[in-house]
């Protein structure tokens, strides 16, 4: 018999030394006289990871033993980012590391920086799926996550002349979290036929086959709790040529080509993230990827119900399944599938149980970001999943035939089919009508869905289907981590480190506003914060600022709706202010950082000219002596996770200034606002639950509101508008050649003026200056701004992600916490 190997639980710094040397000496086989930084990281990874991989099989055993329900999150997109330090911090022995690191002749953030971000994701709805998981885990529910093991992550961006260049994001060369677990496949089919026909107890039943086979190999990642031994489990499916259906004959009979193409072909399935995040463009690879991640997630979950031996009636008690967005709607005809073809249930028996099973969160109401697919494309790829669809939506339109009869064109409108040439699927009203709750992630956006997109389905289902989960973050990540020092000073003053897990007892610090200690701790803490960022900037972008200069941030994906343009026209309307001063009147600005970050998807040519604006107005107001220090404008490259723990921390406002009713949550507001920076936005998104917590004073709202943008849309279509006249000035400045060639910017100017500014740029734009001017004031009175910054800190408690978590569990996926003593 096999003797028990000892776990390597190290716990003295001697300790770890002595797991990352052997790391380094036997898994990576190198001499410890030419330790680098990488082999350092690598060696504190692995010593790490061997510390994760005991608690995840003891959780894994631990769960399977208990058998409660489980929560499986169906996201296309795990924003991770970086997972040593995370995991130091949960484990516990982080100071442990960073002593015996010391001794190596290494700096703890040197090694954690030497980590690539796993950066499966495009944005907000990627990032929240990684807090989820912290959460999941830190709770001790039994989750597991489902994705994709993208070769190439989101692309890596570089400005090069001011314009927005793709790299590809290569990550995989060496990823000591991930575990191939070559024994987990799952073949799926594309393609092919259906053909009916009767089964031993004269059923009729379908089959599909005669298609492509490709397989899913799982790889899997160890998602650890914070303060908890939970370790839950991450799994990314990756495809390679099926062996039944590579045909290896093929090698011997002349056909190398061929046969190298073909499990190329199959490989491609996995190969890359699309970068799009909110056009959908129909691509039939993107199809397959949906369909090939759902398909083998399903059989997953499937077989592992399968094993405990129970009816199917108890399916929906043991599984729940979240579709984060309409990406996995594929998963309910297929579960559908499995229940009908494959394992004999009725249509109504298996419905049921997919309905329980399955919950759907909504992330947008922005139509060009609704996913639809075209019926020829799904009849050639999926075909027994096109007849699935049909005869869900043939069931469900005469139920609403009947409950509504005198409504002639609500078939037409909730046809899960839209009658357009051609045909198209309408995912969302797929997802709504498989699932029983749907829900938004704040609670203006989940009012909204309820009376635009979704508003038939209220009607037909009830109100109490559609619910809100207002989004939350992790404080781990985004304060812990992301701000050690902020996070010590808390800790001192709230008696430890417990509201880490319970972000509530924030509220204890506003007993601290008026202690001129705390307030001087506190602010030290922002300004070194800034003072980190500055050297990142100088480092970076070569340009020199002033930390105490106002630090105005805005970093998230480049879109019209959050309209980075309004910022940047702001940014050149001050600067038009500043250069008509006398020198007496330039003494009484307040100085500023203008800070631009983040993506454009590559096709997306107005994004990328507002990226090209920002650099060329940073270009020519950087060089300005007449301005100097008083107004200086940057754009960081390649907008991360990483780089967000750097640049949240240091900032002291931040945009949150999409037009109202398009961002449907936002969550970089809430991190901000718990590091102690102020929000300047809109009346949109969580913005307003935010300003709900921390109260109006705390907070810079501006601008429209969501109920008065049709009509204002409508206006400008009917009746023209008058140009703010500031913004003229702004327009005549570029036109000009101010900033360059004007040619380059015409299509942005062009958009607002000449084609109804669809997302009221010049209607909020007045109101936004004068926002902006508020803020000027309010930062001069240092102690003001202050006393702001701790009150709304103490008031965040609301915006955690575990709060989220617990929303979900009790309302939507019925599941309880497994504690990790229950038998252990
Ligand atoms: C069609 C491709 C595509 C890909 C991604 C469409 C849409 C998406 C996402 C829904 C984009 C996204 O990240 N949405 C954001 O989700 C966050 C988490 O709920 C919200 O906070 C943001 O407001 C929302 O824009």
Redesign the pocket.
């Known amino acids: 018999a096999w003797k028990k190997h000892s776990a390597r639980e190290f716990k003295t710094k001697e300790e770890f030394e002595n797991e990352a040397v052997r790391h380094i000496e036997t898994t990576l086989a190198r001499s410890l006289f030419n330790c680098d930084e990488a082999a350092a990281y690598a060696g504190t990874a692995l010593a790490f990871r061997d510390r994760l991989v005991i608690e995840w099989n003891k959780t894994q055993q631990r769960q399977t033993f208990a058998d409660q329900k489980r929560v499986y999150y169906l996201s296309l997109e795990f924003l991770m980012g970086r997972a040593l330090d995370n995991a130091m911090l949960n484990v516990g022995l982080k100071d442990v590391a960073k002593d015996g690191l010391a001794d190596l002749g290494f700096r703890m953030e040197d090694i954690i920086s030497q980590e690539r971000d796993a950066a499966l994701g ?5 990032r ?1 799926a990684a807090c989820f998981l912290d959460s999941l885990a830190s709770l001790n529910y039994p989750a597991w996550g489902y994705a994709l093991r993208y070769r190439y992550g989101i692309f890596k961006q570089e400005i090069v002349d001011g314009y927005q260049v793709e790299v590809p994001d290569y990550w995989l060369d060496f990823n000591p979290w991930e575990f191939p677990r070559h024994d987990v496949t799952v073949d799926i089919n594309f393609y092919g036929s259906v053909s009916q026909y009767v089964d031993d107890d004269g059923k009729q039943r379908s089959v599909w086959d005669n298609g492509e086979i490709v397989t899913a190999v799982a790889y899997d990642a160890p998602i650890p709790g914070y303060g908890t031994t939970t370790t839950n489990n991450l799994r990314l499916w990756s495809s390679k040529a099926s062996h039944g259906e590579f045909d290896f004959t093929k090698f011997n009979s002349g056909e190398y080509e061929q046969s190298v193409a073909d499990q190329q072909r199959a490989e491609t399935i996995s190969a890359v993230l ?1 970068p ?5 463009r129909g691509k039939e690879l993107r199809l397959k990827q949906q369909y090939f991640w759902c398909a083998a997630s399903l059989f997953d979950i499937v077989r592992r119900f399968k094993k405990s031996k129970k009816p199917w009636k108890d399916f929906a008690n043991q599984v729940a399944i979240q579709l984060n ?1 309409t990406h996995p709607t594929l998963a309910i005809p297929e579960l559908q599938r499995i229940l009908v073809d494959l394992e004999g249930l009725g249509w109504d028996e298996a419905w049921t149980i997919v309905q329980a099973t399955f919950g759907y969160t909504n ?2 109401v922005l139509p060009e ?1 609704l ?1 639809k697919w075209s019926v020829p494309l799904i009849q050639h790829l999926l075909p027994r999943h096109l007849q699935i669809i049909y005869e869900i939506n043939s069931r469900f339109l005469q139920y609403v035939e009947k409950t509504f009869p005198k409504e002639k064109d609500i078939l037409g409108r909730v046809s899960i089919i839209e009658e357009s040439q051609p045909k198209m699927v309408r995912m969302a009203y797929l997802a709504v009508i498989g699932s029983h709750k749907v829900n938004g ?1 704040a609670e203006l956006h989940s009012d909204l869905i309820k009376t635009t997109i979704f508003k038939d389905f209220v009607k037909i289902y009830g109100p109490d289907k559609f619910t809100n989960v207002t ?1 939350g973050i992790t404080p781990r990540r985004w304060l812990h981590q992301a701000n050690p020092k902020l996070s010590e000073l808390i800790a001192s003053k709230l008696g430890g480190y417990d509201y880490l897990r319970d972000l509530t007892l924030l509220h204890k610090l506003e007993a601290f506003v008026d202690d001129k200690e705390f307030r001087k701790d506190f602010q030290a803490i922002k300004y070194a914060n800034k003072v980190r960022l500055a050297q990142y900037i100088l480092e970076h972008n070569g340009v020199k600022v002033n930390p105490a200069a106002l630090f105005d941030v805005q970093v998230k994906r480049i879109h019209e709706y959050k309209r980075q343009q309004l910022n940047i026209f702001g940014v050149i309307h001050r600067y038009l202010q500043i250069k008509a001063m006398s020198a007496e009147e330039k003494k009484k600005v307040q100085p500023r950082v203008s800070i631009f970050g983040g993506k454009a998807a590559p096709g997306y040519w107005m994004a990328k000219t507002v990226i090209h604006l920002v650099n060329q107005v940073g270009k020519v107001i950087n060089a300005d002596k007449e301005v100097g220090d008083l107004l200086k404008v940057v754009f960081l490259e390649d907008y991360n996770v990483s780089k967000a723990e750097i640049i949240v921390p240091g900032s002291d406002i931040s945009e949150h200034i999409s037009t109202a009713g398009t ?5 970089s507001n809430m991190k901000f606002v718990l590091n102690g920076g102020l929000v300047i936005g809109t009346c949109d ?1 969580a913005n307003i639950e935010i300003t709900r917590e921390v109260g109006e004073e705390n907070i810079f709202l501006f601008g429209n509101l969501a109920e008065d943008v049709e009509d204002l849309r409508e206006a400008h279509h009917k009746q023209g508008f008058e140009l703010d006249p500031l913004l003229k000035r702004v327009f005549e400045t570029i036109r000009s050649g101010t900033f360059g060639d004007a040619g380059q910017f015409s299509a942005l100017v062009d958009s607002i003026v000449d084609h109804g500014d669809y997302y009221l740029v010049s209607d909020d734009f007045k109101s936004y200056i004068d926002t902006q001017g508020l803020i000027d004031q309010s930062y001069a009175k240092q102690e003001e701004w202050v006393t702001k910054t701790i009150l709304s800190v103490a008031r965040m408690g609301f915006f955690s992600s575990d709060r989220c978590i617990d929303e979900y569990a009790e309302m939507i996926w019925n599941i309880e916490p497994l504690k990790p003593e229950a038998n252990g």
């Open positions: 495009n944005g907000g709805l990627g929240l699309y799009n995040d909110s056009l959908e967005d992330h947008t970001a996913e992630v989004n961002e449907a949550s936002g969550t998104g």
